[in-house]
C-alpha cells in the first residue's frame, strides 16, 4: 500500500473529493463532511491559486485557505466545514443555475426564497410610492 502525498494545496485540501462542474458552478462533496457548490468565476481562480501552492502537511489548514479564497458558496445541509457566504444577488444567481441543472434546491442552505427573490428585482420589492403631489395644509 503506497502513501499518497498531495503536490499542491488544491489536492490537499480537497482530500480526494470529487469536483463536478457545471455549467455555471462547481460541486465539491467532501466525503463525510458535506459539500458546496461554488460558481465558477469563484471556483476557477481560487482552485488555480491552490494548485500553485505548495501543501503545509495539515489537510485541514489546506482546506481553509482554500475556502476563505472562496467569497460565495452555498452549503449542503449537514456540512460543518463552512457556512453558506455572498451577496445575496449572487447567491440568487448561484440558486437558479442549480435549480436550471436539476438540483434539488431543498438539500441547501440557501437564504430565505423572499430574500433571494428581493436580491433578484429590487424594484418589485419595493413598495410603491403614492405619486399624489404634496397637498398644501389648511391653515
Same mark, same amino acid.
Given at each position: 500500500m503506497s502513501l499518497r502525498v498531495p503536490k499542491n494545496v488544491l489536492e490537499a485540501a480537497l482530500g480526494g473529493a470529487p469536483v463536478k462542474r457545471y455549467r455555471e458552478f462547481a460541486l465539491v462533496v467532501f466525503e463525510g463532511e458535506g459539500a458546496i457548490c461554488v460558481p465558477n468565476d469563484v471556483w476557477?481562480?481560487? !482552485?488555480?491559486?491552490? !494548485?500553485?501552492? %505548495?501543501?503545509?502537511?495539515?489537510?485541514?489548514? +489546506? $482546506?481553509? &485557505?482554500? &475556502?476563505?479564497?472562496? +467569497? #460565495?458558496? #452555498? %452549503?449542503? $445541509?449537514? %456540512?460543518?466545514? #463552512? =457556512? =453558506? =457566504?455572498? !451577496?445575496?444577488?449572487?447567491? !440568487?444567481?448561484? $440558486?437558479e443555475a442549480m435549480k436550471a441543472e436539476g438540483l434539488d434546491l431543498k438539500e441547501w442552505n440557501f437564504p430565505p426564497q423572499e430574500v433571494l427573490d428581493q436580491a433578484l428585482n429590487p424594484e418589485a420589492a419595493r413598495p410603491e410610492r403614492e405619486s399624489k403631489p404634496d397637498e398644501p395644509e389648511d391653515g
Open positions: 476557477l481562480p481560487a !482552485a488555480s491559486w491552490a !494548485a500553485s501552492r %505548495t501543501p503545509s502537511g495539515n489537510r485541514l489548514r +489546506d $482546506r481553509g &485557505l482554500l &475556502l476563505q479564497r472562496l +467569497d #460565495v458558496l #452555498v %452549503t449542503r $445541509r449537514g %456540512t460543518a466545514i #463552512v =457556512t =453558506t =457566504t455572498g !451577496a445575496h444577488r449572487r447567491l !440568487a444567481r448561484l $440558486r
